[in-house]
């Protein structure tokens, strides 16, 4: 899944990068509004975690005008404000969540969890296409009786193959999924994660259509 991270302080920012990451989501972290707001524009996001003391353009005007293009894309709000007026402004302006900082990454991975879940754009507890099986909190994954528990970037394709069973995912779209901006992604990197992820679980737990790219057999 990707994240879009709109917080100015380098410290938290690079705290939560680093946490989202190895819980396995790909991230894209701006540093003000205004390249919030762009980024929103350009990319597809399965989640924002928004700070409203950002510069440029604060946190509730951003929070305004995705609510004005995009009335689904999920929002958690993480800031250190935490007057009761500013709560309810936030959750007024369309936000899913409110977190106050400092905040326990563990807290907030549930939180973007339950959102995820309850917008109806992220994975529900279990993902399954009736054959291969893959536990989003434990990142353990079983096919045919076959368990292994994934390392970060391989749960990371297996879920976005998971979630879009029988359909054919590029290798542009699979590293998407993995990767956010800064991450430097070499040419081999998703046969790589595949064969890994074959590895532990049996060839054909993952297909591969030559030529086009890989898919997990749809529900049965």
Do not use: C
């Amino acid at each position: 899944m990707r994240v879009l991270l709109a917080e100015d302080d380098r410290m938290i920012g690079a705290a939560v990068v680093e946490a989202l990451r190895d819980a396995a989501y790909a991230v894209d972290w701006v540093r003000d509004g205004e390249l919030a707001i762009e980024a929103i524009r350009n990319e597809t996001y399965d989640i924002v975690l928004l700070d409203l003391g950002l510069p440029a353009v604060d946190g509730f005007d951003v929070l305004k005008k995705m609510r004005g293009g995009d009335a689904r894309l999920p929002v958690i709000i993480l800031t250190a404000r935490e007057a009761l007026d500013d709560r309810i402004r936030g959750l007024d302006l369309g936000a899913d969540d409110y977190l106050i900082k400092p905040f326990e990454i563990r807290e907030l991975l549930a939180r973007m969890r339950a959102v995820t879940r309850r917008e109806g754009s992220g994975a529900p507890p279990i993902l399954s296409n009736g054959k291969l099986q893959l536990d989003p909190a434990t990142r353990e994954a079983s096919y045919f009786g076959e368990k292994a528990v994934l390392s970060a970037r391989e749960f990371a394709l297996l879920q976005a193959l998971l979630l879009r069973p029988g359909v054919i995912l590029s290798r542009a779209e699979l590293e998407r999924h993995i990767y956010g901006w800064s991450e430097e992604v070499e040419s081999n990197a998703v046969e790589f994660l595949i064969h890994a992820v074959r590895k532990k679980l049996g060839v054909m737990a993952i297909r591969n259509v030559r030529g086009v790219g890989w898919m997990v057999d749809h529900s049965k």
